[in-house]
């Protein structure tokens, strides 16, 4: 046990200083948060547990049973007025009569789903056959939109894995739907990535991982320079990737095969 220093009274024996009763409250029951608007409910339990809340973080954790259908109504209400601000009369022109609730509902449950729910089930394997050679999987087809503008990026998504005899596997179809799932975020593609490497490293367990993602941002086509033919290409090289110069080359030689 530590001696208290001399001269330093008992921790217990601190005043408290006595908060002013006008003070704003910090706390919240569960019932009081049942009366804010859902985001300011789900936001007050991100804030509380010191979560951070970025466009392509995953927040499920957060979001209780029932929420997602009380926020798809907060964000209809919301593109209502943003219609209302762009001068578009979604009274009389019968195009725009449902746009605020089409697009609240693209959002929530399609775009950006992978916000708002779990990762899906992932069955792991032990590597029973001992496999260690290189593997890839792809080209994936992923879409995503950027989070400066919220326009589509669409591309493919090449994953190399050499697997240890103490790596789990997965199915191949379930290399797409953890992709979907972090792709269907607002995104930056080089966080993209990095983030999709990150939760395959850690389901798989592998000596090495390479990921290159090629996409075409339509923030790119449709606005901006308009430039038509732009892509851009990002990779992440992990574990034995980055050390061993053949393997990479191996790995992106059968990429450009693949990919013609
Ligand atoms: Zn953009």
Redesign the pocket.
């Known amino acids: 046990m530590r001696a208290l220093p001399r001269n330093e009274p008992p921790p217990m024996a601190r005043t408290l200083t006595p908060v002013p009763a006008d003070a704003p409250r910090i706390f919240r029951t569960e019932e009081e948060l049942a009366r804010l608007p859902p985001s300011e409910r789900i936001r007050y339990r991100l804030v509380a547990a010191g979560r951070r809340y970025h466009a392509n973080d995953n927040i499920s954790a957060f979001v209780k049973d029932g929420e997602l259908t009380e926020l798809k109504a907060e964000v209809q209400a919301k593109l209502q007025e943003v219609l209302e601000s762009l001068v578009i009369d979604t009274e009389s022109d019968h195009n725009t009569n449902e746009t605020a609730k089409r697009v609240a509902k693209m959002y929530v449950e399609e775009v950006f789903r992978g916000r708002y729910v779990p990762m899906p089930a992932v069955t792991e394997f032990p590597n029973v056959e001992r496999l260690n050679e290189l593997m890839i999987v792809g080209p994936i087809t992923v879409r995503s939109a950027?989070s400066?503008?919220m326009?589509p990026i669409f591309g493919k998504v090449w994953i190399g894995i050499l697997p240890n005899e103490h790596s789990n596997l997965i199915g191949l179809s379930k290399y797409a739907r953890i992709a979907d799932w972090i792709m269907s975020r607002p995104q930056i593609q080089e966080e993209a990535v990095t983030m999709l490497a990150n939760e395959l490293q850690e389901r798989v367990r592998p000596d090495g991982l390479a990921l290159v993602m090629e996409a075409d941002?339509f923030?790119?086509h449709w606005r901006g320079v308009k430039d038509t033919d732009s892509a851009m290409t990002n990779s992440v090289m992990r574990g034995a990737f980055l050390k061993d110069a053949n393997l990479r080359r191996e790995f992106l030689s059968l990429l450009s095969r693949k990919q013609g």
Do not use: A, E
Request: charged share 0%; with cysteine; aromatic share 0%.
């Open positions: 950027c400066h503008h326009c941002h923030c790119m």
